[in-house]
């Protein structure tokens, strides 16, 4: 697989998180944007999975962004939603 290979993650809660470290291990992308409505959550999570970068099948670029890196990207996922609370 050649060329640009990029995924936008909308969302970096516990499903969003999960997916992208899912993702970095099985490989196939080159760039990964977090976005989330606490950027500096978002931002705080790409440090933290580029810290894995090494041990992951191929080079990726993971960084925080906003909504206008979705315009070029491959794969939008949308982990996004409020927080649920007891009971529901």
Excluded: W
């Excluded at 760039?31 to 992951?56: Q, R, T």
């Excluded at 993971?62 to 206008?68: A, E, L, V």
């Amino acid at each position: 697989m050649e060329g640009k290979r990029k995924v936008v993650l909308v969302g970096t809660g516990f499903v969003g998180m999960s997916f992208a470290y899912s993702l970095i291990n099985q490989g196939g992308i080159n760039e990964l944007v977090l976005i989330d409505i606490l950027k500096d959550k978002a931002e705080g999570e790409a440090m933290d999975l580029s810290h894995g970068i090494p041990f992951a099948p191929n080079k990726i670029d993971i960084r925080s962004g906003n909504y206008d890196e979705c315009k070029d990207a491959q794969v939008v996922v949308i982990t996004a939603g409020v927080a649920q609370k007891p009971g529901q």
